[in-house]
């Protein structure tokens, strides 16, 4: 089972970036999932995540300015009006088959907002 994130890069605070992952090596669609970051220092966070029904859920620090999608085996983080503190290594992950406790992680691709 692989997931590979991609989509990180250097913007400037206020810009967008759009994560992707992509899955592959056995069937995402009875998973959860989602988002999580780690910025230097800091323990890794929850983001974001996603349900096998479509229900998302988020962090506080980004609700309104982030939204997770999924695509058969691809999973999406949009992510608008970005502050320095969203700055750190962005990791998507899956659960099992309907299951909701993350199981399988992806490589980390790194956002920097510079202010």
């Known amino acids: ?14 810009g967008s970036l759009r994560l992707s992952c992509a899955g592959s090596g ?12 780690q910025a230097p220092g800091k323990e890794r966070e929850f983001v974001a ?8 859920t988020y962090a506080d620090s980004v609700k309104g300015r982030f939204t997770v999608s999924r695509d058969n085996a691809m999973v999406f983080l949009q992510m ?3 502050k320095p503190s969203d700055t750190a290594v962005y990791y998507c992950a899956s659960s099992t088959a309907f299951r909701t406790d993350y199981t399988y992680w992806g490589q980390g691709t790194l956002v920097t907002v510079s202010s």
């Open 1 to 14: 089972v692989q997931l590979q994130a991609s989509g990180g890069g250097l913007v400037q605070a206020g």
């Open 26 to 37: 056995r069937t995402f669609s009875t998973s959860t999932m989602g988002w999580f970051r």
């Open 49 to 56: 995540g996603i349900s096998r029904t479509g229900t998302s």
């Open 80 to 82: 608008n009006n970005l």
